[in-house]
Each structure stands twice: as C-alpha cells, then as structure tokens.
C-alpha cells in the first residue's frame, strides 16, 4: 500500500524558513514523479515543485523559483521541499505526491496518483 506523510508544517514569519519532509513507502521510489503541491482553501491546487523520474529534471512554480528548493533521497524514500523568504501569501496545505510516468510528464499535474494527507504551513507575523 502506497503511503506518503508529510512532516514539518507549522507556522514562521514572514521572511523566515521552513523545511517540508515526505516519506513516500509502497511502491518504488525510483520509478515515480515527486511533487510537491499547495493548495488554499477555495482555490486551485497549485504545482510548486517536482522531479522528474526519468532524469531528475526539476520545474517550479514561478512564483516560488528562487525561494523554494525540491530535493529527494532515494536510499530513504525521502522528499524535502526546502522553503525561503517566506510569504503570507505562501499560507496553505502543502501536499507531496508521487505520479506514474505512464501517465504524463512531471509537469502535469495529472500523473499524480498518489498523495499525501498534507501539512499545514502558516506565514505569519
């Protein structure tokens, strides 16, 4: 059974740093896209960060280009999202997500089958 949790939301001001954690499980890690996502509520779900499986390949979200930082580790099926400068505007659920190849490249948002429960980040002073 696939599992993926996500840790290490909380709340920092603004211009302060966070650190997001995922341990994905059930399946092979190697194989999968890895995301992670945001989303407020009554808005869309936006793509922030991911890695492509085939290559390694990172894309960000424009508006975190330069702040935020997608990273994995293969030997603990570990994903980080290494997050800077933050903003008020940066306040959500944050979701990792591992997405079968088959079903897209790492830039759709649509190969994501699996997800996590999320983790509340809250930037504020």
């Known amino acids: 059974e696939v599992h993926l949790v996500e840790s290490g939301g909380g709340l920092v001001q603004p211009g302060g740093s966070l650190t997001l954690s995922c341990a994905a499980s059930?399946?092979?890690?190697?194989?999968?896209?890895i995301g992670w996502f945001r989303q407020v509520p009554g808005k869309a779900r936006e793509e922030l960060a991911c890695?492509?499986?085939?290559?390694?390949?990172?894309n960000y979200l424009y508006s975190v280009k330069g702040r935020f930082f997608i990273s994995s580790d293969s030997a603990k099926n570990m994903v980080y999202l290494q997050m800077n400068s933050l903003k008020p505007g940066d306040t959500a659920v944050y979701y990792c997500?591992?997405?079968?190849?088959?079903?897209?490249?790492?830039?759709?948002?649509?190969?994501?089958?699996?997800w996590g429960q999320g983790t509340q980040v809250t930037v504020s002073s």
């Open positions: 997500a591992a997405g079968n190849p088959i079903r897209g490249s790492y830039r759709d948002s649509g190969a994501y089958d699996y």
């Open positions: 059930g399946f092979t890690f190697d194989d999968y896209h």
């Open positions: 890695i492509s499986s085939t290559d390694g390949s990172t």
